[in-house]
């Protein structure tokens, strides 16, 4: 079983050679390892002075669901596994997921269970983000509970659900999972395998405010078209837009609040010609 890894990185040259050093370690060493720097200011591009079998590829800066696109595109295996530059892997993260794909033939993509590092400590995983690893989709349908990092997939099952929406300027991975779990299973592999670290101000998750209005933009374009989630979709669009609402109210911002009632009204009509 061929694996690429995919690593991008922008401006985190010490964190990336931390990570590298977890893939490197891994009992089962995938075939090849490929680094996108989005655009780095700092010495990202000496990684391959310290790691000459990396594949390094540099691109003007377009985001992390390009670099990532840009990976997968260039990958020479079936198999890719995601690995985010600041976060690291358990020795054994591969070869375990590895083993239950083996066994489970008919499954194409598989997540595992992490460890929230922050300051170099641990910390307790807040409940909303546990993994129960029974429905994928509604399980991160209110909030992403996939940590890219733990992620590997079947090359042809990116290319059959989308690669990761460049237009979004995150939530791209919520966008993706949501897609793939709509029509596929997602197994869970019930190990801490992954170190996920936080805390640094350049997270995108830190630098925008309201990430619902990049997820209404994921569950729009899912209700045309996933008939099994339907009424969830319209019930979490609703509720939501209602959040968002909230926000535009204690601001004062005429247009959005226009926008947002309308969105509240339409999606809740939608509801009772479902029921």
């Known amino acids: 079983m061929d694996i690429t890894?995919?690593?991008?990185?922008?401006?985190?040259?010490?964190?990336?050679?931390?990570?590298?050093?977890?893939?490197?370690?891994?009992?089962?060493?995938?075939?090849e390892v490929i680094v996108v720097d989005d655009g780095s200011l700092d010495e990202t591009s000496q990684i391959v002075k310290d790691f000459p079998e990396v594949h390094y590829i540099y691109q003007e800066n377009s985001g992390v669901s390009s670099a990532r696109n840009l990976g997968v595109l260039h990958g020479a295996s079936d198999w890719i596994a995601f690995l985010d530059s600041d976060d690291e892997w358990h020795k054994e993260k591969l070869q375990e997921q590895v083993l239950f794909h083996k066994n489970h033939?008919?499954?194409l993509v598989s997540y595992t269970d992490e460890r929230w590092i922050r300051n170099g400590a641990e910390v307790k995983i807040p409940k909303k983000f546990q993994k129960i690893g029974k429905d994928a989709f509604l399980e991160n349908i209110s909030y992403c509970n996939i940590a890219p990092s733990s992620v590997l997939i079947a090359k042809?099952?990116?290319?059959?659900?989308?690669?990761?929406d460049e237009s979004l300027e995150v939530?791209?991975?919520?966008?993706?999972?949501?897609?793939?779990?709509?029509?596929?299973?997602?197994?869970?592999?019930?190990?801490?395998?992954?170190?996920?670290?936080?805390?640094?101000?350049?997270?995108?998750?830190?630098?925008?405010?309201?990430?619902?209005?990049?997820r209404v933009q994921s569950l729009q374009k899912l209700v045309g078209s996933c008939e099994k989630y339907h009424t969830d979709i319209l019930n979490h669009l609703v509720s939501k837009y209602d959040l968002l609402l909230k926000g535009a109210l204690k601001y004062?911002?005429?247009?959005?609040?226009?926008?947002?009632?309308?969105?509240?009204?339409?999606?809740?009509?939608?509801?009772?010609v479902k029921n």
Request: charged share 30%; hydrophobic share 40%; glycine share 4%.
């Open 105 to 107: 033939a008919n499954i």
């Open 5 to 31: 890894v995919v690593i991008p990185t922008y401006n985190r040259y010490k964190p990336l050679q931390r990570a590298l050093n977890s893939v490197y370690a891994q009992t089962y060493l995938p075939k």
């Open 171 to 214: 939530c791209e991975d919520y966008d993706l999972w949501l897609r793939i779990a709509s029509k596929h299973e997602m197994a869970f592999v019930d190990k801490k395998l992954i170190n996920k670290h936080g805390g640094a101000d350049d997270q995108l998750s830190y630098k925008y405010w309201g990430m619902d209005r990049f």
């Open 252 to 272: 004062d911002k005429i247009s959005e609040i226009k926008l947002y009632k309308e969105k509240i009204q339409y999606y809740k009509q939608l509801l009772k």
């Open 156 to 164: 042809e099952l990116l290319f059959n659900v989308g690669l990761f």
